[in-house]
């Protein structure tokens, strides 16, 4: 379910006749957050940049919710018990996270972790930069009286080095694909990074196939980054039938419905019959992808080991005990020959695998062959 604790509207009923002055941030005039979450963790911040941050109001519409009032505390504590026992949810991602006062949030989750313990809340963090990221993870770094009792996070700085990675028009030591390295090689800043939640788009950001420049082959490698690296993924809506739009050209086009259902739909893409070829091929391989990360611990919990991108070739491995599924992207326009060599310390002798997207067993010696924009996952064989 999601929820947000850091405003309401502005002709919600509470709103319409305010239980308490003390309920929402008042101001002498509409002042409006500044948004600049870098100030909560900032050893430096002012006062007046802090207090800007998280009492400012998202919008003129939207006032924002003071959880420092005690009434409303224990009502959005107890409201979100009520709506677990009654609908009878298994989690919640909260929305704005770090917009609300922390001290709260961070109470909230532990009340909820103590009524359910197995209960999963993810906090939405729109935040860029991936120590003030990472910040809000639960982890033994407690800062002052403060320690965040948050498992999971959305993980933005992982979307940004996707994203960038397509958008990149020129190649260099921190452009396209050396990005997502790069993000990934700061995942000791995290308490546990699997447990981050990695998106290719949600409903505030352009659609993923439209980043990808309505190509497919790209649009698979990032599918296939999604659903093999560590972390869990999130799939928006509409992505297995190519929904395009992008951030700047409004909301509603990113948010709009999905053909199918609806008696007056033209075309019903729920259904096979209802989707062009390429919408086929996209919901074929979410398919394929999904399910078999369904039944793959080694995916799901297992470790990783990447390599350095060479000639826009990115390589990582998820291993574990039992199983190793080798990953490797081709970012390039042009046809690429790899050199077994370099992974000879996760290889060891295998030369063969089940590439799990064709269900076909591939073969390698000294080199292995990429087309342009090409991803392979093989889970290697004895």
Not at 32 to 40: A, D, E, G, L
Not at 93 to 106: I, L, P, S
Not at 158 to 174: F, P, Q, T
Not at 188 to 193: A, R
Request: charged content about 25%; proline content about 5%; some cysteine.
């Amino acid at each position: 379910m999601d929820m947000v604790f850091n405003h309401f509207g502005d002709q919600h009923w509470m709103m319409r006749d305010l239980p308490s002055y003390s309920f929402i941030h008042q101001w002498p005039e509409y002042t409006r957050s500044n948004f600049r979450s870098t100030t909560i963790p900032d050893p430096y911040h002012s006062q007046y940049d802090y207090q800007r941050m998280v009492d400012g109001w998202f919008d003129r519409h939207m006032p924002d919710l003071n959880q420092n009032d005690t009434l409303l505390a224990n009502y959005l504590i107890q409201n979100s018990i009520w709506w677990i026992e009654y609908a009878g949810i298994d989690g919640i991602r909260m929305d704005t996270y770090q917009y609300a006062d922390k001290e709260f949030m961070a109470r909230w989750v532990n009340r909820i972790r103590q009524e359910y313990p197995d209960f999963s809340i993810v906090g939405e963090l729109w935040v860029e930069q991936k120590a003030l990221h990472a910040y809000w993870m639960e982890s033994d770094l407690p800062d002052g009286n403060y320690k965040s009792p948050l498992q999971f996070l959305t993980d933005f700085p992982l979307y940004i080095a996707i994203r960038e990675s397509m958008l990149d028009k020129e190649k260099g030591w921190d452009k396209g694909i050396e990005r997502i390295y790069y993000c990934l090689s700061q995942d000791l800043l995290y308490s546990e990074p699997r447990n981050n939640m990695i998106f290719l788009d949600n409903h505030d950001l352009s659609r993923f196939y439209s980043v990808a420049d309505e190509n497919l082959q790209k649009f698979t490698l990032g599918l296939v980054m999604l659903y093999t690296l560590r972390g869990i993924p999130q799939l928006t809506y509409g992505t297995e039938q190519l929904m395009k739009g992008l951030e700047s050209d409004g909301h509603g086009l990113i948010r709009r419905d999905m053909m199918g259902g609806w008696p007056n739909d033209p075309v019903n893409t729920f259904e096979a019959e209802g989707r062009n070829k390429l919408q086929q091929k996209a919901w074929e391989t979410i398919s394929t992808l999904a399910n078999w990360r369904k039944s793959s611990p080694v995916i799901q919990s297992g470790e990783t080991r990447h390599f350095l991108p060479e000639n826009d070739v990115y390589s990582y491995f998820r291993y574990n005990q039992n199983d190793t599924v080798w990953v490797i992207l081709n970012y390039g326009d042009e046809e690429a020959l790899v050199r077994i060599d370099r992974f000879a310390e996760m290889l060891g002798q295998h030369y063969r695998g089940l590439e799990i997207i064709t269900n076909e067993e591939i073969t390698w010696g000294e080199t292995l062959t990429l087309p342009p924009y090409k991803a392979l996952i093989i889970k290697l064989l004895p």
